[in-house]
């Protein structure tokens, strides 16, 4: 049974730092797409960051990629998401995603590309 386990979240103000992981267990996805969501109440889950195959080829939204980082640890198999210089539109759950396939271009910001999913991690920034 596959399971992705966040943790890191937190209560952090605005220009501090949170670092984010995944965990994740009964299977690698070294080979795959493992990748962040985020979703605040009412609105559509939107992506944040992924990285994908053995190279660790990274994507980010735009309003995030000079301050969020995405890592992998693969003997681990956890995947990391540093956010630096956060800020109240930050706020959000955040879900780590998960698929065995390489995602290009539009597809690797799809939610429906993905198979995994955590259960979330609350990221609260105060202004």
């Known amino acids: 049974q596959v399971q992705l386990v966040e943790s890191g979240g937190g209560l952090v103000q605005a220009g501090g730092s949170l670092r984010l992981s995944c965990a994740a267990s009964?299977?690698?996805?070294?080979?795959?797409?493992m990748g962040w969501f985020r979703q605040t109440p009412g609105e559509a889950r939107e992506f944040v960051a992924a990285?994908?195959?053995?190279?660790?080829?990274?994507v980010y939204m735009d309003s995030v990629k000079d301050r969020f980082t995405i890592s992998r640890d693969k003997a681990k198999n956890t995947v990391h998401l540093q956010m630096n210089s956060l800020i109240p539109d930050d706020t959000a759950v955040y879900y780590c995603?998960?698929?065995?396939?390489?995602?290009?271009?539009?597809?690797?910001?799809?939610?429906?590309?993905?198979?995994?999913w955590g259960q979330g991690t609350q990221v609260t920034v105060s202004s």
């Open positions: 009964g299977r690698t996805f070294s080979s795959g797409t």
């Open positions: 990285i994908r195959g053995s190279g660790g080829i990274t």
């Open positions: 995603a998960a698929d065995d396939r390489l995602h290009f271009g539009p597809l690797v910001r799809q939610i429906s590309n993905y198979q995994y």
